[in-house]
């Protein structure tokens, strides 16, 4: 069983920055895709950024492109999300994901997650 731990969040103006942290429990963290996802009040749940197991492959959403990086350091197991000129609109909660594929396909997100952190709160103030 995998556990998603999720760290970073907080409440930052706009233009700000803010670093998420996902640390990951289990020995196939390293051949897994992992993702982040968030999900707003009274919106759906959605896709944030992808990246495969090497790392040699990531996705993101249109909405993000530019401003997020994301990460990983298989040694550590950990994933991060680096996010750069925030905006109120990036306010949400944000869960690290894991899907048992290993690869990330350009456009397709992070597909067949099967483990969810508890999620971490980020607020981006006008």
């Known amino acids: 069983q995998v556990q998603l731990v999720e760290s970073g969040g907080g409440l930052v103006q706009t233009g700000g920055s803010l670093r998420l942290s996902c640390a990951a429990s289990?020995?196939?963290?390293?051949?897994?895709?992992m993702g982040w996802f968030r999900q707003a009040p009274g919106k759906e749940r959605e896709f944030v950024a992808a990246?495969?197991?090497?790392?040699?492959?990531?996705d993101y959403a249109d909405s993000v492109k530019g401003r997020f990086t994301i990460s990983r350091d298989n040694a550590k197991n950990t994933v991060s999300l680096q996010m750069n000129s925030l905006k109120p609109e990036d306010t949400a909660v944000y869960y690290c994901?894991?899907?048992?594929?290993?690869?990330?396909?350009?456009?397709?997100?992070?597909?067949?997650?099967?483990?969810w952190g508890q999620g971490t709160q980020v607020t981006v103030s006008s």
């Open positions: 990246i495969s197991w090497s790392g040699d492959n990531t």
């Open positions: 994901a894991r899907s048992p594929i290993s690869s990330v396909v350009a456009g397709l997100g992070l597909r067949f997650v099967n483990s």
């Open positions: 289990g020995r196939t963290f390293s051949s897994s895709a």
